[in-house]
């Protein structure tokens, strides 16, 4: 493989032409020059036969002396172009594996992206990222990454595992050759920090894994810092989703009447979300801002909520709080239109069309739908089949033709239950 891979290689065949130029014009030449002289200089003046002899014996040596030289300067290069090529490899892993560490959003991608460069960085059998949720020999680890044969990973877990806690427990690289128990040679690099694990590779035992032994460190290392913000955005995530929490039943309590509302416009953007293509990030954010759409209400006195020019003063008081807070400021302009109309008619900034945020179309369908249809809500409650129409009359004045068209789609398909 390293020799097809030097063989393609333009820098190496420039250096291969250069060694062959560097002989021909350093040995070859030079000593074809010599041998010239001797012939027809030296040799026909010299009586001795044995001097003559020795003078050809010298100048053969030397010749082979020279091309012996430029074989082993040759093998030299290549094995050099090799290393060099393999480290070249490696590097490139290591970087690969940076950039998806960095965009992982959990503890199970980061160790995916951790298994998977072990296995590129080594070309082992299987590679397995493991850690201890607790500190006990009596709990099996867990493995937060697999890469390669499942079935080799799988069967020999338990000699992973010992090696894991060996090199976890030593703070040394641990590597342990073939034996009885496992045919394959497994190799271990610990890591420590808020998460203790180590990365090991499971590999053939005519491939030396201790040649990877400084790659294997560095992406320990990595495995260290990734887990550690992997850590904190699990908690960060998990705070947002009780704030979030807290925040929805304050304003369930708040407006009283409108008990449940957020969360039944969550459940109708969530399907639309889905039906429409947006990613998980995308889908996420509109969820939260589903469920926080009406927040600006929380500074409304509950005796002016009927109040309608004093109600659509929520949206922008809405966006005011959210924009303040580092967590939710993405879904602030959501808030802020998401009582815009798809014609320009809206509030608070009359968009129109495109203009008004994707997210912002859906919540504001979404929450029309639920205000039409829910007893708890300030207005008498329509028929399933009178709001449907509602929207269809709506569609391309009110409503995004789009967003009416999915969620119309959507009801009929009975994905949207809107009992919920």
Same mark, same amino acid.
């Given at each position: 493989m390293d020799r097809k891979v030097h063989r393609l290689s333009i820098f190496s065949q420039s250096l291969d032409y250069a060694a062959v130029l560097a002989f021909l014009l350093g040995g070859v030449v030079p000593f074809a020059a010599l041998a010239y002289v001797a012939q027809h200089y030296v040799l026909p003046d010299l009586e001795d036969r044995n001097m003559a002899a020795g003078l050809i014996a010298l100048i053969f040596s030397i010749g082979v002396l020279s091309l012996a030289s430029y074989l082993v300067l040759q093998r030299f290069t290549r094995q050099s172009l090799r290393r060099m090529e393999r480290d070249n490899r490696q590097l490139q892993a290591i970087l690969e594996a940076s950039r998806a560490l960095a965009a992982a959003p959990h503890r199970s991608a980061a160790g995916s992206a951790l298994a998977a460069c072990a296995r590129s960085l080594t070309e082992c059998t299987a590679a397995l990222v493991m850690v201890e949720e607790k500190e006990d020999e009596n709990e099996p680890m867990t493995v937060l990454g697999e890469a390669g044969r499942e079935a080799a990973a799988a069967r020999f877990r338990g000699n992973a595992e010992e090696?894991?806690?060996l090199a976890i427990v030593s703070r040394w690289p641990i590597q342990q050759d073939p034996n009885e128990n496992c045919p394959l040679q497994i190799s271990a690099v610990a890591f420590q920090g808020d998460t203790r694990g180590a990365v090991v590779v499971l590999g053939d035992p005519k491939h030396d894994l201790a040649e990877s032994a400084d790659s294997l460190a560095t992406l320990a290392a990595l495995a260290s810092v990734s887990l550690h913000n992997s850590n904190l955005q699990d908690i960060q995530r998990n705070f947002f989703v009780q704030l979030t929490d807290v925040v929805v039943s304050a &304003?369930? *309590? %708040?407006?009283?009447? *409108? #008990?449940?509302?957020?969360r039944r416009v969550a459940h109708i953007t969530n399907r639309i979300g889905h039906e429409i293509g947006l990613g998980e990030a995308a889908r996420e954010r509109l969820h939260f801002a589903s469920l926080l759409h009406d927040i600006g209400m929380l500074k409304i006195p509950i005796g002016k909520h009927t109040d309608q020019a004093t109600a659509r003063t929520h949206t922008?008081?809405? %966006?005011?709080?959210?924009?303040?807070?580092?967590?939710? #400021?993405? &879904?602030?302009?959501?808030?802020? %239109? %998401?009582?815009?109309?798809?014609?320009g008619s809206g509030y608070p900034e009359a968009l129109s069309g495109e203009q008004i945020p994707l997210e912002a179309r859906i919540i504001g369908l979404a929450e029309a739908v639920d205000t039409m249809t829910s007893k708890t809500s300030y207005k008498e409650p329509v028929s399933i089949e009178a709001m449907l129409q509602e929207v269809r009359d709506c569609s391309g004045t009110q409503f995004d033709p789009r967003i009416a068209e999915t969620f119309l789609g959507l009801v009929e398909r009975g994905v949207i239950d809107l009992g919920s």
């Open positions: 090696c894991a806690r &304003l369930d *309590h %708040h407006l009283g009447y *409108h #008990e449940g509302h957020s922008v008081i809405g %966006h005011k709080m959210l924009a303040a807070i580092r967590i939710w #400021e993405d &879904l602030a302009p959501m808030v802020l %239109h %998401h009582h815009e109309r798809f014609d």
